[in-house]
């Protein structure tokens, strides 16, 4: 019998099994090196939860980016590279980010989802997470600017450990949901994800032409609503009103990027102020959005921390 866990032939197998579309692929490979990826965190960020967190999102990273792999013996490295990165990300910064420094790069939005769209398959085992889960997932990883455990807490209405305990959950089952979708026929990620990018541009572009209120009847259940945390903070009107307060007020959305699953969308607008008012409003907003019947129906608003 083979020894899985030697270095050499068998992780080429794997690769080349998980650059073709074989999920379990994927998931032997993470478990193979999963121990080295661990000593990588401990070695950088030391004993506690943060190490842990650190290679659970080296290793949802590296499902998105198995592609990149060109050196498929050397995938042991590529593996520990991406949690050296992720620690030190966290080091640097109380905001804790995943290690994609490309999304900072001027780009269209069309560029930009092509580059970071996931494979389907992927998009499919999140669509089959809970409402609850799938949020915490796709802030996590897809929200442009990630925020942190805290902020994505307030932003939930849930105390931290709680989003702690959702993002493990999650993890957990993304390996099981995506063994059980992989074949399945379903829509394409990066058609999703283009369609909700034209929609947040058709979005503002109303807004600026004084068609917000219009625009948002049509695609917007008529019980949508605005939300902090759990509760209910306004309904259509209330965002209306602050759409509108804020042109008025000389301030300007700019869209940056999308991302799209089957009823969560998130878009992220750089905050253009006035120049008489230059601190008015944070350097840029994400709308998150859930979604029901295509229609938005509950919205949450992430802003970005100043500096």
Not at 4 to 33: C, K, N
């Amino acid at each position: 019998m083979r020894d899985v866990m030697s270095e050499g032939p068998f992780d080429v197998e794997l690769v080349r099994a998980a650059q073709s579309g074989e999920v379990t692929a994927v998931g032997v490979l993470i478990e193979r090196h999963r121990a080295a990826m661990r000593a990588v965190a401990l070695g950088v960020l030391g004993y506690g939860p943060e190490a842990e967190d650190a290679v659970q999102d080296a290793s949802l990273i590296a499902l998105r980016r198995i592609g990149d792999v060109r050196q498929a013996e050397s995938v042991g490295a590529w593996l520990r590279m991406i949690v050296r990165n992720v620690c030190r990300a966290r080091l640097r910064s109380a905001v804790s980010t995943t290690p994609f420094p490309e999304l900072g790069v001027a780009a269209g939005p069309e560029e930009i989802i092509d580059r970071h769209a996931m494979r389907d398959w992927l998009w499919r085992a999140i669509d089959e997470l809970s409402p609850v889960l799938r949020m915490t997932v796709m802030l996590r990883y897809f929200s442009p600017r990630t925020p942190s455990y805290e902020q994505m807490a307030a932003l939930c209405g849930v105390p931290v450990g709680t989003v702690r305990s959702r993002l493990s959950e999650a993890r957990t089952k993304l390996a099981g949901a995506m063994a059980v979708t992989a074949d399945l026929a379903h829509k394409d990620a990066a058609t999703l994800s283009r369609a909700s990018a034209r929609e947040a541009v058709e979005t503002l572009a109303a807004a600026g032409q004084g068609r917000f209120a219009e625009l948002t009847a049509k695609r917007w259940t008529p019980d949508a609503g605005f939300y902090v945390g759990r509760h209910r903070a306004g309904d259509r009107n209330f965002l209306v009103r602050g759409m509108v307060g804020d042109l008025e007020a000389g301030v300007r959305q700019r869209f940056r990027g999308a991302a799209a699953g089957r009823d969560m969308a998130i878009w992220e607008m750089d905050l253009v102020n006035p120049p008489d008012r230059p601190g008015r409003c944070p350097p840029a907003v994400a709308w998150v959005m859930s979604m029901r019947h295509g229609r938005m129906h509950q919205l949450r608003l992430f802003h970005a921390p100043v500096g």
